[in-house]
């Protein structure tokens, strides 16, 4: 098969999004098919290059999308676009289908809104390009529990929804890598460790507080700005906290991997969150997770085994929940690393894919929609 990928960003993206798309894209690869994905110009404005053979076209905004699409759709067996509440998506998803091609559609998330603005722009964009976009799709492939409810709230039918969650190449976590974090950053204590970028849905001053009143630990934060980390520096220096929390941008794989195996626990504090590939990442290290119960958290960490969740902003609710975490750190993670390799791989879950575009071409069997008996 040939697959086109469409989403908003590249892989230069350092989002949970674009992993999902370029650790499918890799799985489709290693089993025989092509894979192409085509985005929006960033900084290095438009053109063509390979990323783990994966073909990525860099186009000028919704323009350049319909003329790719113009030219080539042809050439796809299916286009699977992803993200919700991105006209890019929305448009590329329109034009397919209006081409003749199959379409598949991965919302991600339907994150809350944060104000009335934007709760007022949410509202308008669900009910004209959200609802055309469920329409368009053959198949929806929703992540989470969460994400199917969403879904169908703005229009989704049981037969077009598949439930398929995110996944990673478990196999990567296997082997620990040489490195050893702390000492080549100098990190003398024991750390509780944030992943993601900062940005204000992530909520990581929220983190910096809490530590303030976790003095047995450092607080390590590795991520992308995405226009919140200047905020982030100011609140650890107002508590005087510059030695305690320490700030990576852009690790590789290897150094990331060494930090997830190092770490007492993952923690986060996120406002709205769909199923973090972060979360996934550090189960597969045999390290539990104290997160927010909000969004997807819940489907993947289950309270009291792999990990332990909170209500949202609940400062006190947080350390209960660290402390308990780190009282039971040995069992929890041996069963975050089972639950991953069982549930959220995609040596299996990339199958299951498949077979959904096999199903929208003819190739395979029917199956049967998601939640139905």
Not at 58 to 80: P, Q, T, Y
Not at 262 to 285: F, H, K, N, Q, Y
């Amino acid at each position: 098969m040939n697959i086109l990928f469409v989403n908003r960003f590249s892989f230069s993206y350092l989002g949970g999004v674009e992993f999902h798309i370029l650790n499918l894209g890799r799985q489709l690869l290693a089993r025989g098919h092509q894979v192409t994905l085509v985005c929006g110009a960033d900084q290095e404005g438009c053109g063509e290059l390979q990323v783990d053979g994966i073909r990525v076209v860099k186009v000028r905004g919704l323009l350049g999308l319909c003329g790719f699409l113009r030219k080539e759709a042809c050439r796809f067996d299916v286009v699977h676009a992803h993200m919700s509440r991105k006209p890019f998506s929305a448009c590329g998803l329109l034009l397919a289908r209006g081409l003749g091609r199959k379409t598949v559609f991965t919302p991600h998330c339907f994150y809350p809104a944060s104000g009335w603005v934007s709760n007022l722009a949410k509202r308008a964009y669900d009910a004209t390009l959200t609802a055309a976009s469920l329409r368009a799709a053959d198949r929806v492939l929703s992540l989470t529990l969460q994400d199917l409810r969403d879904a169908l709230q703005h229009g989704l039918t049981p037969q077009q929804s598949r439930l398929v969650p995110n996944s990673i190449d478990t196999e990567r976590f296997r082997v620990r890598p040489e490195l050893c974090f702390r000492a080549q950053h100098g990190i003398e204590r024991n750390y509780l460790l944030h992943v993601g970028r900062f940005q204000e849905q992530k909520c990581v001053p929220f983190l910096v507080a809490q530590q303030a009143l976790l003095p047995e630990f450092d607080l390590v934060l590795i991520g992308q700005d995405d226009g919140a980390l200047g905020g982030v520096r100011q609140c650890i220096e107002r508590l005087g906290l510059a030695t305690r929390i320490h700030v990576f941008q852009n690790l590789g794989f290897r150094e990331l991997h060494t930090a997830y195996c190092e770490a007492a626990l993952l923690v986060m504090a996120s406002r709205s969150e769909g199923l973090p590939t972060v979360i996934l990442e550090a189960m597969a290290c045999g390290l539990p997770v104290v997160a927010p119960a909000v969004g997807g958290i819940p489907y993947v960490v289950q309270h009291g085994v792999t990990g332990l969740v909170y209500r949202w902003g609940d400062g006190e609710g947080y350390r209960a929940c660290v402390a308990e975490a780190l009282r039971r750190r040995t069992a929890m993670g041996q069963a975050a690393q089972a639950r991953v390799g069982e549930r959220f791989s995609w040596k299996h879950n990339a199958e299951d894919i498949l077979k959904i575009y096999g199903e929208l071409l003819g190739l395979g069997g029917r199956r049967q929609p998601a939640g139905a008996a």
